[in-house]
């Protein structure tokens, strides 16, 4: 079974809206003819301007989260139907910063999760393990948590539109990027556990992305993993000079 790869860029809190214009007018020209499946998902604020960039290119937009109710008294929060009007096509759920610095739990990214495949979005799930829960022989049974839990109630139907996102939560921003082969057993155990859960074909078919401290020096030693199928990329993906790399390695 062939996937392909999906070369992802997550802005995080960064950018002004004529930095953001600019940086997704010289992807969209850069990546035009790359052969991979692309995405930049920018701060919401930017979400508008990167838009009217992106459409009808290959980038998909991406938004970096979504509130878990569909509209009404929530202040400060952002509606999948707000999404899906500025063209947003896929949403990250779960990012590692969501669970840690705003203690985002499994119920609540599961909730958004259904919310968000309800009204027609691809959703990134991200998983992995913080540095102690590997120092304790942990990164199994918290990734297999955080996928089970994430994943609770989605169809098979639905699977379709669910990417995974391993991103161990000691190699995000730290320049530690995991070694290809410590990334390849655990893209390996989450394909396995996708096999429990829906069968074969559909592990044979998921896209599971690596994200941590991807760089144009790493990230082709890592695609070339049997399981790697794709990077979630945070600091090398602000700035043309290392994500058109990432993106188009060979
Ligand atoms: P870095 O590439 O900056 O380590 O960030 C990874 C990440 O969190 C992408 O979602």
Known sequence: MSRNYYMAGNWKMHMTRSEAALLAQELVNKLKDGKHKYLVAPSFTLLETVSAIVEGTNIRLGAQNCACEEQGAHTGEVSVLQLKDLGVQTIILGHSE?????????????????????????????????????????????????????????????LANIVIAYEPVWAIGTGKTATPDDAEAVHAFVRKVIKRLYGEEAAAKIIIQYGGSVKPDNAAQLMAKENIDGALVGGASLKTDTFVPIAKFS
């Open 98 to 158: 969501r669970r840690h610095l705003y203690k985002e739990d499994d119920a609540l990214i599961n909730k958004k999760v259904k919310l968000a495949l309800k009204h027609g979005f691809e959703v990134i799930l991200c998983i992995g393990e913080l540095l102690e829960e590997r120092e304790a022989g942990k990164v199994e049974e918290v990734c297999e948590r955080q996928t089970v839990k994430g994943l609770e109630g989605v169809s098979a139907g639905d």
